[in-house]
């Protein structure tokens, strides 16, 4: 399949994706005097926006790619929980997998910018793990959407802000097992080795270090497959994916390790490219690509969201321009 085929491809499938969702939140204006009360700059706000956040901006790169998102994921009974729905009513994407719970509240995170510098963030958030009866009730809302609707793969993406226990992470992924549909998650340290039986395992070089417990970055190919074996044994995976920053990324299939090099970009901001990252790596899943396209495309579009200020999700049709002009 060429890559045009593939990356058309990608309209044919439905998501759903897994974890933490929050509002970012930004505060435009401007600063002309320091406050008498404290050695702090006074910004004069202009203007203000919200945006979906969290796991939703992986749900934005989805659709972006021509997909279709679902959302499961819990919000509070709040404020920023109604925003968050308004937002996706805007975007016209599927609510049926969000769970409003009164234990909890939104995750908002508001940037305040000052003559385009940012000056601070504030957040706003739990970061508790979900209670059983909010458990309860996502994975109510799990099997509703597996069996009502037809999903081609699910991406878990936990930011550590409590939506993904060990309780839900082993329940989804026995389902997608169950009924034969790819798993990608983009993991973090605190629930590094709950993941037994996802098909694709995407962390970072950070996490892949300090998850494996490594004294030093790998640098020879066995020092690598030796961490990869050690992590197999512990959730029997299928696909090993790390994205190695400004080198690139690896990926390693029934011991095959393939290093695929970064393009080299403008770089503006890296903000949001692991979600990105993780998008194509799921979509080429689900058209059952074979590794290194998946690490190729995965690569590229990452790179190419770096080159855009802000978080913002990669487009389809630049991503399919690049990957013809690059020969993949």
């Known amino acids: 399949m060429t890559v ?32 008498p009360e404290a050695p702090v700059p006074i910004v004069n706000i202009t203007k203000q926006e919200h945006r979906m956040g969290g796991a939703a901006n992986v749900a934005l790169n989805i659709m972006s790619l021509g997909a279709k998102p679902i959302m499961l994921s819990v919000i509070g009974d ?26 909890r509240m939104t ?29 309860d009730r996502l994975i109510e809302k799990l099997h ?8 081609d793969v699910v991406i878990l993406e936990d930011y550590n802000k409590g939506v993904l226990t060990p309780r839900i992470i082993h329940e989804v992924i026995e389902a997608c ?54 992590l197999r044994s512990m959730i029997n995976h299928k696909y090993t994916f790390v994205t190695l920053s400004e080198e690139g990324v690896l990926i390693e299939n029934e011991g095959a390790l393939s290093f695929v090099p970064a393009h080299i970009r403008n770089i503006a901001d890296v903000s949001g490219a692991g979600d990105t990252v993780i998008s194509v790596a799921a979509l080429c899943l689900a058209s059952k690509t074979s590794p290194i396209m998946l690490a190729s495309l995965a690569n590229l579009a990452g790179g190419l969201v770096c080159e855009e200020a802000g978080v913002v999700p990669i487009s389809k049709a630049l991503l399919m321009k690049e990957a013809v002009k690059e020969g993949l």
Do not use: C
Request: proline share 3%; hydrophobic share 35%; no cysteine.
């Open 4 to 35: 045009e085929k593939i990356i058309k491809s990608f309209q044919k499938h439905q998501v759903l994706i897994v974890g933490d969702v929050m509002i970012d939140s930004y505060l435009w204006g401007s600063t002309n005097r320091v406050s």
């Open 78 to 103: 709040d404020e920023m929980g109604s925003i968050y729905l308004d937002l996706l009513k805007k975007r016209e994407m599927n609510d049926m997998g969000i769970v409003r719970s009164a234990n």
């Open 107 to 135: 995750s908002q995170k508001t940037r305040v910018i000052s003559h385009n510098q940012h000056v601070v963030r504030i957040d706003n958030e739990t970061v508790k793990p979900l209670g059983k009866e909010d458990e």
């Open 144 to 151: 509703l959407i597996l069996s009502t609707q037809k999903i």
């Open 177 to 230: 097992n169950q009924k034969n549909i790819p798993s990608a998650v983009d993991p973090k340290k605190e629930h590094f080795f709950e993941y037994n039986g996802v098909t694709l395992f995407k962390p970072n070089l950070k996490e892949f270090v300090e998850g494996l417990g490594l004294l030093t970055i790998p640098e020879a190919k066995r020092t690598w497959m030796r961490g990869i074996q050690k």
